[in-house]
């Protein structure tokens, strides 16, 4: 047996008891047993399963990792964006790394109150994560304090042991207003958001088998439909290498449109005016025709163009959707003598061609 003792405290431990001055590097998960208190728990192993990263994590991994080394606090980094499309992998980057650097990760993925001040008392460089933050500490009516706002203080970098904070969200405007745009307590914010349509191509020209990249073209028309993650491109590749065109694959995969999306329309004329709407909503799939309002610069009603969204085409070129001319017709809600008039002075204008662009909600803008 091992004998341990605490101030006038002895305590009996099995012979197989090992005694650190620090945390072994490795991967941790934070655990709470009532009447024993925190503890850590050995984590399975942060595998890096992807052959070929996509986008810029891995230079954005090095920048996290040089600027802890330099400095002499807290550092704490942001990851945000819908699920599957990259955030989870940038974690492990950043875990393997640290592992690599001889130091400890761990991770928390739930809320238990006192969990801060357990944090708190590790005096050695680690990196915690905090995955689903904008859910794991979410607030509800029946908490005493903001699960959120209890951690603000090991944040800030007054607690022991220098440490580095990774937060993933899926929803950033779930994160506590005392975390975002404080980049005293979180230095980095990555925002990570769906494939372009080139990323698109690359990727499945990498899965694909050669005889199959044509019906890459089509993957990238649906995607301006339907947001599609990397999880949705893998799924994809693997039908498509089985044989089957997209059009059929995609009809049994787990992929839906399943509400109606808001869109940017504009009316673009030979003599170089532009008429909009900033946002109605559509079904893009839709074989019914819609009509929607057009208004100029100064936002004043100018007309109405009917469509089929079915006859919506894509300019793989220039990354956007479009109709062409003829398939649209031109009007006004009402008709009499003056919208008449209107009317054929609209008519009498050439129309170049139609841009459609889907609008991300999630999207987050910056004044530069």
Known sequence: MKVISTGEKYSIFPDDLKTYDRIPAGYYVVRFVKGEGFFLEKYYKFDIKEQVIYGVHDEKVHKVIDSFKEFNRNLGVILSGDKGIGKSLFARMLGVEMVNANKPVIIVDKYIEGIGAFLDKIDQEVMVLLDEFDKTFSSSRDDECNPQTSMLSLFDGVSQGKKLFVVTCNEIRGLNSFLVNRPGRFHYHFRFDY??????????????????????????????????NYDCLR???????????????????NIVNIDR???????????GEILTNKRFLMDSFSESEISVDIRNKNNHYSGEISFSPADIKYNYSLGTMYISPEDIELGYETYDDDDNIKLKALKSRKINTIVINRINEKQLHYVV
Do not use: H, M
């Not at 498509?240 to 995609?250: Q, R, Y």
């Open 235 to 253: 799924a994809i590749a693997y039908e498509v290498n089985k044989g089957l065109c997209f059009a059929e694959a995609i009809k049994d995969l």
């Open 195 to 228: 494939p372009t349509a080139g990323e698109i191509r690359k990727y499945l020209e990498d899965k694909l088998k050669t005889e199959y990249y044509g019906e890459i073209d089509n993957v990238i028309c649906f995607s301006t439909r339907v947001s599609l």
């Open 261 to 271: 999306e808001q869109y940017k329309l504009q009316v673009l004329f030979d003599d």
